[in-house]
T-cell receptor, first 115, second 112 residues
Framework: AQSVTQLGSHVSVSEGALVLLRCNYS??????LFWYVQYPNQGLQLLLK??????LVKGINGFEAEFKKSETSFHLTKPSAHMSDAAEYFC?????????????FGPGTSLSVIP | GVTQSPTHLIKTRGQQVTLRCSSQ?????VSWYQQALGQGPQFIFQ???????GRGNFPPRFSGLQFPNDSSELNVNALELDDSALYLC?????????????FGPGTRLTVL
């Protein structure tokens, strides 16, 4: 069965520091992987997605993630944190291309940016 | 963009509730998610051109409708305390993973 774990429910970084949010998944077949961001009182916004093309995926707002099959990981990074990056981040996995009922979200990581 | 109404809603146990979503123009697919406090969203179901084409692990008292005018509804009967959550709808052009889902801001439902 699919599952997603996000190590660290809360992560704090200083402004300008590296952001690293961890995501590990389990899937019996090559997955589709996603990172979403949720700002307070807003819906989810897609940051980036992996669909079996390049293993390094670049997204919006300077974020990128690397798919590592051997580690079953899809960690999200940003070289330099900005105050506006403070939000909740969700990793998600989907196995089938045409079935949304296979999308599983992780529990989320709350990112705080310290000035 | 995707809009949802109402923003907040308070109901009592046993009542029925209807949540509304307005999809992005031209999108054929709408999906509904339940997000309990402190958790990630859980897929409820998806509608493609007015037909349900996918459902998560939710009982039949959760039902939906999709209308031709880019609007849709989530109906929940016999509300339970555990139904308290943020309900998100998302629209997309198709239903494959290559189609980006655009989320609304959600409706916060509180069941007392």
């Amino acid at each position: 069965a699919q599952s997603v774990t996000q190590l660290g429910s809360h992560v704090s970084v200083s402004e300008g520091a590296l952001v690293l949010l961890r995501c590990n998944y389990s899937s019996s077949v090559p997955p589709y992987l996603f990172w979403y961001v949720q700002y307070p009182n807003q819906g989810l916004q897609l940051l980036l997605k992996y669909t079996s093309a390049a293993t390094l995926v670049k997204g919006i707002n300077g974020f990128e993630a690397e798919f590592k099959k051997s580690e079953t990981s899809f960690h999200l990074t940003k070289p330099s944190a900005h105050m506006s990056d403070a939000a909740e981040y969700f990793c998600a996995v989907s196995e089938l291309e045409t079935s949304y009922d296979k999308v599983i979200f992780g529990p989320g990581t709350s990112l705080s940016v310290i000035p | 963009g995707v809009t949802q109404s109402p923003t907040h809603l308070i109901k009592t146990r046993g009542q029925q509730v209807t949540l509304r979503c307005s999809s992005q123009s031209g999108h054929n697919t709408v999906s509904w998610y339940q997000q309990a406090l402190g958790q990630g969203p859980q897929f409820i179901f998806q509608y493609y051109r007015k037909e349900e084409n996918g459902r998560g692990n939710f009982p039949p008292r959760f039902s939906g409708l999709q209308f031709p005018n880019d609007s849709s509804e989530l109906n929940v009967n016999a509300l339970e305390l555990d139904d308290s959550a943020l309900y998100l709808c998302a629209s997309s052009l198709g239903y494959g993973q290559s189609d980006t889902q655009y989320f609304g801001p959600g409706t916060r439902l509180t069941v007392l």
